[in-house]
């Protein structure tokens, strides 16, 4: 029997929460933030060959196929129950005004600050989860970690001498794709206990499909505008480690876990992908790069690491 059998359809839904992260689900999430923290180096090096939607298009394409594939043979139900849809619905739109705007964005900024624009996302689930998901409350301790996330960021950005300050026409694009992911890891941890994982992931794409197609008959020059098996590295990465595997694995975990406690470690992604852009895309690192490690350590550390949960910072009501 599929996840959604065992629930009622209903516009209020039972939302567990689980913020408590052990010791091997804590080494799982900082691994996968790893994995996705390498993806924006992928794409940009993927856009050395490919058309910007035309990538997108291959890579939903084969990652569906791959997904569908899987779950067929493992024997698992592709059926939705009444009431999913509309959540479903609302999910996938998002979800692919998401990318179009992240895909086009980094297509015109670097893949470093591309990453450090996009790790505002755990301070916008922050304050959205606390109030629009019960049990996803922002503690002293929460607080105190997030705040030495973004302090890591900061120390990034201003440290690096690639990253002049100037705006780039890709930053704002990358920074409203931002505030949509937010908004949309919200929703989904509102009606995600209903779902399987994969239905989301498979679904979302197929939706999203057919509008890539028409925006890279639109806006992309070429489908290839160059054969590399560099740039076809870039698509394989992102088509079947973060497309595929890793948003199987980012749903099933968020779905464990509070949004607030599973983005807290993204803090993790933009280290990685600046790290990559110096390696692979030729950016100098600056000193500050180890000062904000020391930052994203100290963070998780404070936010996960206590025998007890602490007590909310902004409690919604008082009890007596």
């Known amino acids: 029997m599929s996840v959604a059998g065992n629930h009622r359809t209903s516009d209020t839904l039972a939302i567990p929460s689980n913020p408590r992260v052990g010791f091997q689900a804590a080494v799982y999430i900082i ?22 939607f035309s990538a997108a298009v291959i890579r939903f394409s084969i990652a569906a196929t791959a997904i569908a594939l899987w779950a067929f043979l493992s024997g698992r139900s592709f059926r939705l129950v009444d009431g999913q849809w509309k959540h479903l619905l609302v999910y996938s739109i998002l979800f692919t005004v998401q990318l179009s705007l992240f895909y086009v964005g980094l297509s015109r900024t670097y893949a470093s600050r591309g990453t450090l624009l996009i790790n505002m996302l755990p301070f916008l689930i922050l304050i959205l989860a606390h109030f629009f998901i019960p049990g996803d409350r922002i503690t002293r301790r929460k607080l105190i970690g997030l705040i030495f996330g973004f302090s890591s960021v900061v120390c990034v950005f ?19 794709a931002t505030f949509v992911w937010a908004g949309n890891a919200v929703y989904l941890k509102r009606v995600i206990s209903t779902f399987n994982p994969f239905h989301i992931v498979l679904y979302s794409m197929l939706f999203s499909l057919p509008f890539f197609v028409m925006e890279a008959y639109w806006f992309d020059d070429a489908v290839l505008k160059t054969f590399s098996l560099r740039a076809l590295s870039g698509l394989f990465y992102q088509t079947f480690v973060t497309a595929s595997f890793g948003f199987i694995a980012w749903n099933s975990l968020l779905k464990a876990y509070g949004a607030v406690t599973l983005h807290s470690f993204v803090f993790i992604m933009p280290l990685v992908g600046v790290v990559l852009s110096g390696w692979l895309l030729h950016e100098p690192l600056s000193p500050n790069l180890w000062l904000a490690l020391i930052f994203i350590i100290a963070g998780i550390l404070v936010v996960h690491f206590r025998p007890s949960e602490g007590l909310p910072v902004f409690p919604l009501r008082r009890h007596m």
């Not at 691994?31 to 910007?52: D, P, Q, R, S, Y």
């Not at 440290?159 to 704002?172: N, V, Y």
């Open 31 to 52: 691994m996968l933030c790893i994995l996705f923290g390498a993806n924006a180096v992928a794409i940009k090096v993927t856009f050395e060959g490919f058309g910007v």
């Open 158 to 176: 201003f440290g690096k001498e690639a990253l002049s300050g100037d705006i780039r026409s890709g930053d704002g694009l990358v920074l409203l």
